[in-house]
């Protein structure tokens, strides 16, 4: 499923982004997630969700600042990034899980990756 992200920007600290991920493809009903990866650090995973939305994860790092949601309707997953910090500073990328919730947190249970956005925030 080819993915594209948008959404990324320059913004200040304590700033706030939304990137959206698309495809012209059904996403099926496999769990969508957010990675990240800043220079020189391996990618991180930032959030996951079901395809009913009634189950998300997150980060700790991210946890309580950041809001996944999905469109299913659009093929479309949004990541809602509040209260942004200099370290929250990435390329973020989505992907689509073909592990389920036993291995989320892991880029390896990811099948379909889209290009990435950058994201970065100034201090």
């Known amino acids: 499923v080819p993915l594209a992200e948008s959404g990324g920007g320059l913004v200040q600290a304590g700033g706030s982004l939304r990137l959206s991920c698309t495809s012209d493809k059904f996403f099926g009903s496999n769990i969508m997630g957010w990675f990240r990866q800043a220079p020189g650090k391996e990618r991180e995973f930032t959030a996951a969700?079901?395809?009913?939305?009634?189950?998300?994860k997150y980060a700790d790092s991210v946890d309580g600042r950041f809001h996944i949601s999905r469109d299913n309707a659009r093929n479309t997953v949004y990541l809602q990034m509040n209260n942004l910090k200099p370290e929250d500073t990435a390329l973020y990328y989505c992907a689509r899980n073909v592990g389920g919730w036993a291995g989320f947190a892991r880029h390896s249970t990811y099948d379909s990756w889209g290009p990435g956005t950058q994201v970065t925030v100034s201090s």
């Open positions: 969700i079901d395809y009913s939305g009634g189950t998300t």
